[in-house]
Structures are given as C-alpha cells and as structure tokens.
C-alpha cells in the first residue's frame, strides 16, 4: 500500500488494515520500492530475513554516519545459512550488505 501509493477504497478493501497501522520505529528501509519490484526474484522467506536483518540496523547510526550496512557481529543470524538465495545479501569481511538498500546510479548522477 505504501509502496505503490495505494489508497483503501472503503472498510472492506483488503488493504484498509494497513492504513490504520502504526509503522513508526528505529528500523528503516532506504528503497523499498526497489526491493518491492524485484521481489519476484526472491521467494518469501528469503524476503522476510532481508527485512528482520535490515531492521537490526540502528536508525541514529544512518542519521549520524549514512551507514545503511551491518556488521555481520551485531546480527541476530547469519544471513547465509537461512537464505534460499544468498545474493539478496552480500557479506564482505564482516559486514553485511544490502544490495537494495545502495544508492541507484541514477540519483547520483543529479
């Protein structure tokens, strides 16, 4: 609902529930349009562990730094051993990161 700017039509639309939920919190996505379009790729669970690992990362570290990757330590798993495809994440020595998360090269050419 949020990514493709959809509006519930009335109370009984499938999507309603989502506009009465608060989503306000330390986690962040940076281009969730970017992973919502390419999702056919991935199945389910293997989206659903890009999103828990990408919410361990601190909010007030990408404000103070810009830092959108992290440190393998600081997860909770290591991606590689629950993911189905494990090129939705990238580990390179020690730090996990989130192809989806990088700046497409089209926002730097600005």
Same mark, same amino acid.
């Given at each position: 609902?949020? %990514?493709?700017?959809?509006?519930?039509?009335?109370?009984? &639309?499938? #999507?309603?529930? +989502? $506009?009465?939920?608060?989503?306000?919190?330390?986690?962040?996505?940076?281009?969730?349009?970017?992973? %919502? +379009?390419n /999702?056919?790729?991935?199945?389910? @669970? &293997?989206?659903?562990?890009?999103? /828990?690992? /990408?919410?361990? @990362?601190?909010y /007030?570290? +990408? #404000?103070?730094?810009?830092? #959108?990757?992290?440190?393998? %330590?600081? $997860?909770? %798993?290591?991606?590689?051993?629950?993911?189905?495809?494990?090129?939705?994440? @990238?580990?390179?020595?020690?730090?996990?990161?989130?192809?989806?998360?990088? #700046?497409?090269e089209? $926002?730097?050419?600005?």
């Amino acid at each position: 609902m949020m %990514v493709n700017q959809e509006l519930p039509k009335n109370q009984y &639309d499938p #999507i309603y529930y +989502y $506009s009465m939920v608060n989503y306000s919190g330390d986690s962040f996505l940076l281009h969730p349009d970017m992973l %919502v +379009y390419n /999702a056919y790729q991935y199945s389910y @669970r &293997d989206l659903c562990i890009y999103l /828990a690992i /990408a919410s361990v @990362r601190p909010y /007030a570290e +990408y #404000i103070t730094n810009g830092t #959108i990757t992290l440190e393998l %330590v600081k $997860s909770p %798993v290591h991606p590689h051993e629950y993911l189905e495809n494990p090129r939705l994440l @990238r580990i390179d020595n020690g730090i996990i990161t989130f192809p989806y998360e990088e #700046i497409p090269e089209k $926002s730097k050419q600005h």
